[in-house]
């Protein structure tokens, strides 16, 4: 069956170990062969022994047929076995430096700057060192035949005789006695067993041989037989009508095989068979063949079947040997030993011995590619050649083993082969009587090859460093291909481990003085190491930075600081001296910059290297092309291309901060305005570019830190910078060169000692509008050498398609700059009077000044705080001058005091939940929503009125009052946004302003803790006791209360005293007092309060389809005061009502956002109101009696007083048109879970003590029945209280007397005393029906036997709401009631 033709590695083995054939030949021959340019027929022949197509079917030596398609053979002129010298280390680096001369040293094709090139990796490593492919070629050629194999013994013996000469047989005859052929029968593996072969050649110089070589020849076979051929050559006679084409191809063919024989012998551009023709070319292809197919290939399939023979007892096994064993032990002493010394010591078998034997039939086995059958007669001699000792041949049978195992296609694994080599190396290097250093070297070459075939290349590290470190240049050959061999894993390359390797051969290549080769490994491991730190860098989350290659222009990514420190230093220093050796000045600098990267260098060495570094640059300042220091030092256009770029010191551009007016206070920047109270904000699309107006400093901040671990100098550090002027500003300044459009500062000199980091600021003024890109510093570094930083931001990570996901792509990098802009506004803000201390609930006055710096209006000016509770913002003015600005400051008053302050009043106020968190200072003033701030009619409004814009040069004050607010430690945000082009009513989208913020530290310690507590009222149950207790909690410090105010939409609130003039009420240090008021409801219009508002403004947004967007109606709020010092406080004060609804508005947005999380922000305000009808907010106002004279307030938002007001779940009732259609299953599930957490808040609340109707008893009369009898009489009038402010209740009164026994227990609260006997009587049932919000009198009796106080509270009240019916709703609450007394109701019955 045929067998695929073998690969190129397994080609060169079986070449390797092809046969061999000795060639004799007459002196006329050699003449023949002259005239042709060759020196022997065996040169002659030479070209026509590879690949001799014999596609004949032969037998193995099981006697199985297999196809041999084709065959090589080697021609030889002589044979001996000769004492081989050792080599010395001298020779083999002369051999490798031979190999070296002709080839290329500098390209490195599978390296690059960005790593490793994947389509340079498919080609084989021959390719990247072709000097070890000559070395390989050149090494196998000087092999000479040994005693332990039968590889260089010839086969056969051919004898070339001419046509020409008298006796041709006699010559023939002659030859077969050489001294050569006897060697061979004597010497030779082949004994008297070789085959001879006969060649007769008639050259066609000799016209006359013509027509008598015929019967030359006949007489040649009739003398030695078939094994003979005529070949006829020189058959080009007439040389001037020869085709030069024809002889180009002619003589290339034997040029071509001397360069693969003889790769390091000079052979200059000789022509080889100028006197052959095609023909005679064919004719000595066919002779060869002819050769091959009759005689060699059958005499060798002949010697296999003999040998096979012979050695077959050998060859089975256990038997075999155990006769060999029982014949050395016990057998006669007359018996001849088998084995021999060679001439180098070693132990080696004759020739006719069995073991002898069988190694020559594996040999011819595996000569013919009889593979299997091969290795099979090798592990059967190799053991009886260890048990001789004979360690030579067994290292060569080891070596066989291993090597068919790797010619059949078979993949073993590693164990199976690797320990045949190993064994062998070993052998020959260590066992032999001297080292066998050439067959060692033999056996690591055929492994690597075979290995490299297979692809094994995980391998080949292991074999190649097995070479011998004593030999020199070949070990640095042998680490290399080591190297290359990491290269070509199949997984990825391991470029670390060709890094090491590489190294390795660099260092083997200095010793043995190959400067060349050793610069080009230490140049893979920079560019590789490059390569494997841009590796790491693109798997993390930064863009690794894109430097140019060091073989182009430029420091290379390769020369960036590695992880392997010492190795870098090393490899920099190292080619920075070959550099300088070689006067390549541009490279010596670039290697000796790089070694200023790393901290991880000695102190000595780091100041060796820099010295080094600023003397090179001296030396070879001329040859840089530096034109003039001055140039260099001013750092403008072009300074770039004239310095150098050096890794010290580092300035990481993503740390660099352009900062605009750096000389004011607040962090500047361009945000993002919009309403709803958020913060402004970065712009969307996340630019970080930045502005600045004509005229304004721009301070450069750059950190710069020194990595080496020695101090350096900068001087004459600045900024390289380039102005594209604006279109409208070169036309207005025109072609006036002479005035520059900026200036930079220079910094003199920056020091930085060993691993310092220091803030360097370079400030640069413009003076016309344009972009001003900053393109890197310069400096010189230690007042010497000029060098340029490059300064870029790194692009960021793309995310937006798949293939960006999967293979890391950046965006382009970024250009640090700014654009000066003439219409950018620049508004400089100063904060005056803003305390660090406060005091809890005490307000303190500061301003906030506004100046505008350019020579445009500001539009719109806008400020937001992040406390709004923390701040009152009051009107702003435009002042002129300091006095104007101190006479507004102290006009300014938050408190106004007043004698005549009314004890309940009465004020329309709107009632809309917008945000308080931002003003408008200039421009038109709009509220949350986006709509113009105004004054409703008849409305009080609190609105801040702003100035329309504010001019050039012009200030405006803004009084700011701070109040501490809570105590504790704060950190308050004021941001200060401005514009010159954009008005106010475009926050509703959103607009870009220029913004400067401030960032306010306030420290608020405890002054008074102020609780609220509320008590029912025995007497009348609407009614409430509300009890204020407040603790002066500061040491040796008295206050003043001044007054409390209480506001809401229900309730007035009345001092519970009875004498009706002021008193003063003050509170020492650590003292407490209690302020007790009585809560009484007031009349209203169910209709329009704000709790049936948001019932349906939540309902729409619940179930409706568009979102409400209506705002809740005014609300007349109930201010109820009491004055409690000399003074009071007009609580509806423009100033005060603004800040106490801000106030109140951010408690309660606070509320609302973590009550319902589910619901936006954004519709709060048409959602819910401001106030609410049933809660209470208390004001307490204060002052400091002595001391500084501070003044302030507390206050208590939403008082509960208990009463029935949770309506939320009304709103989850769907109205009677339905709930709106969801389209989407999610959406649909988004309502549920919206009501549910709606109604899970309103069952949270559900655990407080709340009764929609409540029972009043109250004795109107008592009389006698008779005047002899002690019964009496007493009127009793029963009121019914209905809390409820939307529902009417249809109620029964049933009183219940003691005797009734059976309820007296669950109606009669306990009460303590003797009590008189007493019954109801008269009509003790009683139906009503009460509105909401009202009450219900009727008339009862109760009979006494006895005066006294009796306790009458025994009844029972059952209700039901009017609409209970329509509360469909699974959330609404129930609407039925059944109530009992709580608390005695005690009458005193007395005449």
């Given amino acids: 069956m045929p067998r695929p033709t073998l690969a190129q590695k397994r080609d060169f083995v079986a070449k390797a170990f092809c046969p061999r054939a000795l060639v004799l030949s007459t002196p006329a021959i050699a003449d023949a062969c002259a005239v042709n340019n060759c020196s022997t027929f065996a040169d002659l022949l030479a070209p026509f022994g590879q690949d001799v197509s014999t596609q004949i079917t032969i037998q193995d030596g099981q006697g199985a047929p297999y196809f041999l398609d084709k065959l090589n053979i080697k021609f030889t002129t002589d044979f001996k ?270 020739y006719d011995s069995a073991e002898a034997q069988m190694r020559k039939l594996a040999d011819y086995s595996f000569m013919l590619k009889d593979f299997r059958f091969a290795q099979s007669v090798y592990q059967v001699a190799r053991r009886d050649f260890q048990s001789e000792k004979a360690w030579k041949c067994y290292a060569g049978a080891q070596e066989m083993v291993g090597v068919c195992k790797l010619m059949l296609e078979v993949h073993a694994t590693r164990a199976e082969f690797d320990s045949n080599f190993e064994d062998a190396v070993t052998m020959y290097l260590h066992k032999t009587h001297a080292p066998c250093q050439h067959l060692a070297i033999r056996c690591i070459i055929i492994y690597y090859e075979l290995l490299k075939h297979h692809k094994l290349y995980s391998f080949a590290p292991t074999t190649l460093l097995r070479v011998p470190n004593s030999s020199g240049a070949l070990r640095a050959m042998a680490c290399e291909q080591a190297a290359y061999a990491f290269l070509k894993f199949p997984n990825r390359p391991e470029l670390r481990k060709f890094s090491f390797y590489a190294m390795l051969a660099a260092q083997e290549y200095q010793r043995a003085g190959i400067a060349s080769l050793a610069h080009r490994c230490l140049r893979m491991v920079r560019l590789s190491l490059g390569a494997t730190l841009a590796t790491d860098e693109s798997e993390s989350s930064e863009k690794p930075v894109d430097d140019k290659s060091l073989d182009g222009s430029g420091t290379s990514r390769a020369l960036a600081s590695s992880n392997w420190s010492s190795i870098d230093s090393y490899i920099n220093h190292e080619l920075g001296t070959q550099c300088m050796a070689a006067q390549d000045y541009d490279h010596a600098l670039q290697y000796f910059m790089a070694l200023m990267g790393s901290d991880q260098i000695p102190p000595k060495l780091q100041s060796k290297y820099l010295q080094e570094l600023l003397q090179l640059y001296l030396e070879s300042s001329d040859k840089l092309d530096l034109e003039s220091e001055k140039e260099l030092a001013a750092g403008l256009d072009g300074a770039q291309n004239k310095r150098v770029e050096l890794s010290v010191p580092t300035i990481d551009a993503r740390m660099t901060r352009v900062i605009m007016s750096p000389d004011l206070e607040g962090e500047d920047g361009v945000l993002e305005w919009r ?252 509220a949350s929503d986006g709509s113009a701030a105004g004054t409703e009619c008849g409305v009080k409004s609190h609105a801040l009125i702003p100035v329309e814009t504010l001019g050039p040069g012009e200030s405006l004050l803004v009084p700011v009052w701070i109040r501490g607010d809570r105590v504790g430690a704060h950190t308050l945000s004021m941001a200060i946004g401005a514009s010159t082009t954009q008005s106010t009513r475009a926050l509703t989208t959103g607009c870009k302003m220029r913004t400067r913020k401030f960032e306010i530290d306030l420290v608020v310690t405890p002054s008074l803790r102020v609780n609220a507590f509320v008590r029912p009222s025995v007497q009348n149950p609407h009614e409430r006791i509300l009890g204020i207790e407040i603790e002066n909690v500061q040491s040796g410090l008295d206050i003043q209360l001044v007054q409390s105010t209480f506001t809401s939409g229900h309730y007035e609130l009345l001092p519970l005293r009875t004498d009706t003039t002021p008193r003063v009420v003050q509170i020492g240090s650590k003292q407490t007092v209690n302020l007790m008021y009585k809560a009484r409801p007031r009349a209203r219009d169910v209709q329009a309060q704000p709790e049936q508002f948001t019932i349906s403004a939540l309902q729409q947004y619940i179930f409706a389809k568009d979102k409400p967007t209506a705002v809740p109606a005014p609300i007349r709020l109930v201010h109820s005061n009491a004055v409690l010092g000399h003074q009071g406080i007009d609580s509806t004060h423009s100033s005060l009502q603004a800040y106490i609804a801000r106030s109140q508005a951010h408690r309660r947005r606070t509320m609302l956002c973590n009550a319902y999380p589910l619901i936006p922000e954004k519709f709060h305000s048409a959602l819910f109101p401001l106030y609410e009808t049933f809660g209470i907010d208390f004001v307490l106002f204060w002052s400091e009696t002595g001391g500084k004279g501070r003044t302030g307030h507390h206050s208590i938002t939403g008082i509960d007083l208990g009463v029935p007001h949770d309506y939320i779940n009304e709103a989850l009732t769907p109205p009677a048109s339905g709930a709106a259609r969801m389209w989407l299953k999610d959406t649909e599930h988004d309502r549920q879970e919206l009501i549910q957490s709606i109604a899970n808040r309103s069952a949270a609340s559900a655990h407080r003590t709340e009764r929609t109707l409540d029972v009043a008893l109250r004795l109107t009369g008592v009389r006698r029945v008779s005047e002899a009898d002690a019964l009496c009489v007493a009127d009793i009038e029963v009121s019914v209280y209905n809390h409820s402010w939307q529902h009417a209740y249809n109620a029964t009164l049933r009183l219940i007397s003691p005797s009734e026994s059976d309820q007296a227990s669950e109606t009669k609260p306990e009460s303590s005393g003797p009590q008189a006997a007493w019954t109801w009587c008269g009509v003790t049932t009683h139906t009503l029906s009460v509105d909401p919000l009202g009450s219900v009198c009727v008339q009862a009796q109760v009979a006494c036997s006895a005066l006294g106080i009796i306790d009458v509270g025994m009844w029972e009240l059952s209700a039901t709401a009017v609409n209970a019916t329509a509360a469909t709703s699974p959330y609404a609450k129930s609407l039925e009631c059944k109530l009992h007394p709580l608390h005695p109701s005690f009458i005193n019955v007395t005449i």
């Fill in 81 to 350: 076995i000769e004492k081989r010298s050792t080599h010395s280390r001298t020779e083999i680096d002369d051999l490798v430096h031979t190999s070296v001369l002709d080839s290329d040293q500098t390209n490195v094709p599978f390296l690059t700057e960005h790593g490793v090139d994947p389509s340079a990796l498919s080609s084989d490593t021959s390719v990247w060192a072709p000097w070890y492919t000559l070395f390989r070629q050149q090494w196998m050629t000087t092999m000479q035949p040994s005693e332990h194999e039968s590889f260089m013994h010839p086969v056969a013996c051919v004898l070339v005789a001419s046509g020409s000469e008298d006796d041709p047989v006699g010559a023939l005859r002659t030859l077969q006695a050489h001294a050569a052929v006897n060697r061979v029968q004597t010497q030779g593996f082949s004994g008297a067993n070789v085959l001879f072969y006969y060649v007769l050649v008639h050259d066609g110089r000799d016209p006359g041989v013509l027509q008598t070589i015929d019967h030359t020849f006949d007489q040649v076979r009739r003398a030695f037989g078939q094994n003979s051929s005529l070949l006829k050559i020189n058959s080009n006679t007439d040389l001037i009508d020869a085709d030069t084409s024809e002889q180009s191809k002619i003589s290339s063919i034997w040029a071509n095989t001397l360069s693969t024989t003889q790769p390091l012998d000079p052979h200059p551009d000789s022509v080889f068979g100028s006197m052959l023709n095609m023909r005679d070319v064919t004719a000595l292809r066919d002779t060869v063949k002819q050769m091959m197919v009759r005689g060699i290939v059958p005499h060798m399939q002949y010697m296999i079947r003999v040998l096979s023979d012979q050695t077959a007892n050998q060859r089975r096994g256990i038997t075999g040997r155990l006769f060999s064993a029982g014949r050395r032990y016990f057998g006669t002493a007359a018996k001849a030993s088998n084995t021999l010394t060679g001439i180098d010591g070693d132990t080696y078998f004759r």
């Fill in 675 to 926: 309403n709803g109270g958020a913060a402004p904000s970065a712009l969307v699309n996340g630019s970080a570019d930045h502005r600045c107006s004509v005229g304004e400093s721009v301070a450069v901040l750059l950190v710069v830190k020194n990595p080496l671990t020695i101090g350096i100098t900068l001087n004459g550090f600045t900024l390289d910078c380039h102005f594209d002027a604006a279109l409208d500003a070169k036309a207005t300044n025109g072609d006036e060169s002479e005035s520059p459009a900026f200036a930079i500062t220079t910094v003199d000199t920056v020091v930085l000692e060993g691993g310092q980091t220091s803030m360097v600021t370079v400030t640069i003024t413009t003076h016309c509008a344009g972009r001003l890109t900053i393109r890197g510093a310069t400096y010189l570094l230690c007042d010497i050498l000029p060098t340029y930083k490059t300064l870029k931001m790194p692009g960021k990570r793309l995310n937006d398609t798949m293939e960006q996901r999967v293979t890391p792509t950046y965006s382009a990098d970024i250009q640090l700059g700014f654009q000066v802009d003439a219409s950018f506004p620049r508004l400089e803000a100063v904060l005056e009077d803003f305390p660090d201390t406060l005091m809890s609930g005490s307000m303190q006055r500061a301003l906030v000044r506004l100046t505008n710096r350019t020579q445009q209006s500001c539009q719109s000016i806008m400020l937001w705080l992040s406390h709004p509770s923390f701040f009152d913002v009051a009107s702003p003015q435009l002042v002129d001058t300091d006095e104007e600005s101190a006479e507004l400051a102290e006009s300014q008053s938050m408190y106004v005091y007043s004698d005549n302050v009314e004890a309940t009043s009465e004020v329309l106020t709107a009632n809309v939940l917008r945000d308080c968190s931002m003003f408008v200072l200039a421009g038109p003033a709009i």
